[in-house]
């Protein structure tokens, strides 16, 4: 799998990077670096194989369902860039 | 089975559709957090720092959204999951404070199910159910406060919610508004979510396509996000079935897309195309480990599970005699079920069904009152409907009493016994005003002697009209028409 200067902008996009123009195509070589060596891993045969999705092998455990938190908005606000009327204030996303 | 066909002058289309229904779970606390769901209150007050995404702050999961979840999987009739995977979908966007959803991809807490519809036609229709997960909702943000500025509260972030997916099952308007509200009907029957669509506790986006009639090709389709009531969901389909078809017909193609109904003109318009719909990249969500539940414990919430409304539905229709369709109407609210199960014990249970589909319900919307709110008991509506079996009142009686119970809350057998308006089943008073009838009305007589029979009647309603009422029917009919025979 060969990633494209393309993708390497759409990928950037994405995660809300900033590529600028001229690292593009050292962008590319690096990510082609890193998946041809991942690709490695195709040698092996891992079909009917399910992911690792946690080295422990642990199973979930629940919470009792009460409120014990919340009631804190001025700290919640704290670290917002503005806040009005005790709302985060954001630049316009109308999708 | 009723269809639905588009038909033009160029030819027939069928319409598939598919539903993905978004539920709020109801629990006190949010399913990642311990801060509160409470709906209503002043901006970002039940935030904790883990639904404000602050670095470090890890989700733990709310027992109570789990049980839900597995009670909500079972009023569906789905296969529940002993093992289930929490991921993370990934997006940009102002009200979502980490940047990603917790929700469930590969592996969703219900499998497939199944609910069967009532349709108009008093046909039923099984319609599949892919899949359910559990998830977290996003915040809320607001756009009209300011000019410039969006405004976002997150009182809702971290809410649960049950994402129900169906199969592409349904094949007309009415059998996804069919759906919607049996599913609302079981949520609320278990109390797992309270499905108001207007204040947005149950969200339903829609997949719509068309194919030509009689074809099983699959053609791409448009998804409307967020449409907020039933009635919309289904103006939704049939106006984008009809673009759907206007377009193919005109040479066109649809591409895949997804699209904002707009309920004040009812038609869609596009939202993003497929081409830049979003990647969200879901990798295993590495702060929950995978949800795994016991036999045991899925038993112990069957043991738990009421009775829904198609079991009491067919209970209605077997043991007391009413008919699918009276059954149906009163078994979509389970207050309503109790209510009547309540009125019918030890009396008329088919005569208590129609009271309260007729008379009783006009009084509650003419009041706007809710049936808890009824002035009118389930013990004193039974009564009522035992006074006119056991001949004690007329129907037509029974009106006025009703009318009377309704703005007094009072005992009918008190109103009828304080008002004297016990049925008069006297013979002899009942041939007094008839005479007296047919004494003052000569013309009458003789036109109905010349054949204009269906005059008894006349005379009956003038007998009934003159005892207030009180005149038993039956009695006077047969009365009436001795002495004109005479």
């Given at each position: ?51 690792l ?5 642990t ?19 704290k ?17 | ?18 539903l ?23 901006p ?43 991921s ?23 499998g ?8 108009s ?121 009809k ?16 699209r ?45 599970m ?23 109407v ?26 309260m ?108 009209k ?15 028409r ?5």
């Amino acid at each position: 799998m060969a990633i494209d200067n393309m993708t390497v902008k759409q990928i950037a996009f994405l995660s809300r990077l900033k590529v600028e123009d001229e690292k593009v195509e050292a962008t590319k070589e690096e990510f082609n670096k890193i998946l041809n060596w991942i690709e490695e891993l195709n040698e092996v045969n891992t079909d009917e194989i399910e992911p690792l999705i946690s080295v422990n092998d642990t199973v979930l455990k629940m919470r009792e369902d009460t409120v014990t938190s919340g009631n804190c908005k001025d700290e919640v606000l704290k670290n917002a860039p503005a806040a009005e009327y005790d709302y985060f204030a954001v630049p316009k996303v109308v999708e | 089975m009723s269809e639905y066909i588009i038909t033009t002058n160029k030819g027939k289309w069928e319409v598939i559709v598919g539903l993905e229904i978004h539920c709020q779970i109801i629990s006190k606390s949010k399913i990642f957090s311990s801060a509160s769901t409470e709906f209503g209150d002043d901006p970002n007050v039940n935030v904790s720092f883990v639904d404000a995404g602050m670095p470090g702050m890890l989700p733990t999961l709310n027992k109570e959204c789990v049980r839900q979840a597995v009670k909500t999987g079972l009023g569906l009739n789905a296969k529940i999951n002993k093992y289930s995977e929490f991921s993370r979908k990934n997006y940009f966007y102002a009200d979502m404070p980490t940047d990603y959803q917790i929700t469930q991809f590969r592996y969703p807490i219900v499998g497939e199910g199944e609910i069967s519809v009532d349709l108009s036609d008093g046909t039923t229709k099984k319609i599949g159910i892919e899949r359910m997960h559990i998830e977290q909702d996003a915040g809320k943000s607001i756009h009209d406060l300011n000019p410039t500025k969006s405004y976002i509260d997150l009182n809702r972030a971290g809410v649960g919610l049950m994402e129900i997916v169906t199969k592409p099952d349904f094949r007309s308007p009415e059998e996804a508004g069919a759906f919607l509200r049996k599913l609302r009907s079981i949520v609320r029957y278990l109390g797992t979510c309270d499905g108001n669509m207007d204040e947005g506790s149950m969200r339903c986006d829609v997949n719509v396509s068309v194919r030509p009639f009689g074809s099983n090709e699959l053609r791409p389709r448009s998804e409307m996000k967020n449409v907020n009531s039933v009635k919309f969901v289904m103006q939704a389909i049939e106006n984008e079935a009809k673009r759907h078809v206007e377009i193919y017909e005109n040479g066109g193609k649809i591409e895949q897309e997804t699209r904002q109904f707009d309920p004040t003109t009812g038609q869609s318009k596009l939202m993003r195309k497929k081409e830049f719909a979003h990647d969200y990249r879901y990798f295993p969500e590495p702060d929950l480990p995978p949800l795994v539940l016991s036999d045991e414990y899925i038993d112990s919430i069957k043991a738990e599970m009421i009775e829904l409304p198609d079991a009491k539905k067919q209970r209605f229709i077997n043991t007391m005699g009413l008919t699918p369709y009276d059954a149906a109407v009163l078994c979509e609210n389970k207050e309503h079920a109790e209510f009547f199960e309540k009125a019918a014990a030890g009396h008329d249970a088919k005569k208590v069904a129609n009271w309260m589909m007729s008379d009783f319900f006009a009084m509650l919307n003419k009041k706007r009152l809710d049936i808890s709110q009824s002035p009118v008991s389930a013990e004193n509506l039974g009564k009522l409907v035992e006074l006119i079996s056991k001949e004690v009142i007329s129907g037509k009686i029974a009106k006025d009493v009703f009318e009377i119970m309704a703005q007094t809350g009072e005992d009918p057998e008190k109103i009828v016994e304080e008002k004297g308006l016990k049925q008069v089943t006297d013979t002899g008073a009942i041939e007094k005003i008839i005479d007296d009838v047919i004494a003052s009305n000569p013309d009458n007589v003789t036109a109905y002697k010349n054949g204009k029979t269906n005059l008894a009647g006349w005379f009956v309603g003038q007998v009934i009209k003159m005892s207030q009422g009180k005149a038993n029917p039956a009695i006077v009919n047969k009365l009436v028409r001795e002495k004109l025979d005479k």
